[in-house]
Nanobody, 115 residues
Framework: QVQLVESGGGLVQPGGSLRLSCAASGFDFSSAAMSWYRRAPGKERELVAVVYIGGSTNYGDSVKGRFTVSKDNVKNMLYLQMNSLKPEDTARYYC?????????WGQGTQVTVSS
């Protein structure tokens, strides 16, 4: 079955960097659009970044210029490089796969930006 496992979260100071990873299995990774979402306490889920099957990417306005999403179709891995982190980036980050109408989510990894 589809499995998505996020890792790489943690506590970081404002201005710092983190790299999140999502290990995918159980489906044809190369034919899936992959996304990162986040949810902060008391807020709605927010799209952070998406990489489409053809390799093009899109980002949420609040992370443009600071975050970079990448997809490795050989290793079946999705990454999110997060730079210049701000306290408002604090959230649980989730990996999502989409193939046609099928969507799957990971359990998430917590990112806390605080001094």
């Amino acid at each position: 079955q589809v499995q998505l496992v996020e890792s790489g979260g943690g506590l970081v100071q404002p201005g710092g960097s983190l790299r999140l990873s999502c290990a995918a299995s159980g489906f044809d990774f190369s034919s899936a659009a992959m996304s990162w979402y986040r949810r902060a306490p008391g807020k709605e889920r927010e799209l952070v970044a998406v990489v489409y099957i053809g390799g093009s990417t899109n980002y949420g306005d609040s992370v443009k210029g600071r975050f970079t999403v990448s997809k490795d179709n050989v290793k079946n891995m999705l990454y999110l490089q997060m730079n210049s982190l701000k306290p408002e980036d604090t959230a649980r980050y989730y990996c999502k796969s989409r193939r046609g109408l099928q969507e799957s989510w990971g359990q998430g990894t917590q990112v806390t930006v605080s001094s």
